[in-house]
């Protein structure tokens, strides 16, 4: 508005200094001088008019709501590398006491039911935010229906419903391992951390490794099978539709010995002060399960060392079974912080492992992944990571190792940025913000009547 009263005066100037020379030469001229002023002012005027009636149509016509979808809620912030979500929702703490097993916990069942902020506030959220607008955007025209939620079932293990609050399971297939009591669990938690917040919903999840709701699936020309059906999961592919939300192993894995995230990322931290980068050993370290169905992981071990070759790596093939008759003495992730650079290598799809070894301080050399889990979307190779190609994977792993010993000052920083990305970024407060706005924003596109199943068990108490 400053801006166009300025134009305007600029206007009026220059019309005043015409009208004085003109004034001087040829006094008949002034009065159509003075029309075309006139005129100009009033097609001024119609033009604050217009723009006026246009805000007014989309704030009033369309609905705030309607406007808000317009101006994205999203906001990136390209100063900081993050977005700004405003509103973040106040938490209340769990107050949850730890039993004798590590990976147990019980909590209180008097939590509020219902929180009301008091005050508005801003806070800036990671970069990785900006991805469930994306995620969710196939269904905004839409929205979700019964008939479109049902077509989800047969890949679901299990259904969520939140109502008023509470959280209902009905359980379809048991899942592999605990992965979906563990799963539950954090819904659970997030619903204790913000009481009253989380929009009555339902919703299907899946927790096998890959993704089933492939784009090539689903048309929109043809009725039948669009929109395609809404299915939770831990990972997504760029030609699938399957929902990204985080993985079980957040709040622990215990058929491995893996520890909350909270506790986890604390020992890490703690593990990578043991040996200083530049005493650690210069080469590449991986340890993980070679017999996955996809041949990536045996291809890797090929790389390992021989009499003739040395490739810069140390490969290790880790024997669950036989660990756990150990009692998973040799696989603490906190012990393997000793390598200059560590190996991410994708298993049946993405894997779990990708936290710890991009949190040890060695440079992450990562095989270009197929899958992508909720956070790494915003990672960037050669400031958090070294890339490397998955069909010349011994030959860039050996380059990578060799270019980091022979410029140690660039590959520690890079190490360095990847682990505090994660240190930083993957603090449990933002795992439960991103599941709270990622449950959010689904919540809105339910176009049915919210209902809890037959079958279905209120949950209320810890794995």
Known sequence: MRENRH????????????????????????????????????????????????????????????????????????????TTITNIPKTIPLNCTLLNNATTQTCPSNYPTKFEPTISSSETCPDYFRWIQQDLKVWQETGITRETLERAKPNAHFRVVIKSGRLYVDQYVKSYQTRDVFTIWGILQLLRTYPGQIPDLELLFLCYDKPVIWKRDFNKTREDTWPPPPLFRYCGHRDAYDIVFPD??????PEVNIK???????????GNKRVKWKDRIPYAYWKGNPHVSTPIRKELMRCNFSDKYDPMLRLYAQDWRNESKKGFKGSNLEDQCTHRYKIYIEGEAWSV?????????SMTLLVKPEYHDFFIRSMIPMKHYWPIRQNNKCGDLKFAVEWGNNNTDKAQVIGRQGSDYIMKNLEMKYVYDYMFYVLQGYGKLMKLDVTVPENATETKTSP
């Open 248 to 253: 079980w192993s957040f709040w622990g894995w």
């Open 353 to 361: 492992s990708e936290k710890y070894i991009l949190s040890c301080d």
């Open 7 to 82: 134009v305007a005066q600029a206007t009026e100037d220059h019309h005043y200094q015409q009208q004085h020379k003109i004034a001087t030469n040829l006094s008949s001229k002034l009065a159509k001088t003075r029309v075309t002023a006139k005129i100009h002012i009033f097609v001024f005027f119609i033009f604050l008019l217009s723009a006026s009636l246009s805000w007014i149509f989309f704030t009033f016509v369309l609905g705030e709501s309607r406007f808000q979808d317009v101006i994205s809620v999203f906001t990136r912030n390209t100063n900081k590398s993050a």
């Open 260 to 270: 909350e995230w909270k506790k986890l990322s604390v020992a890490l931290q703690e």
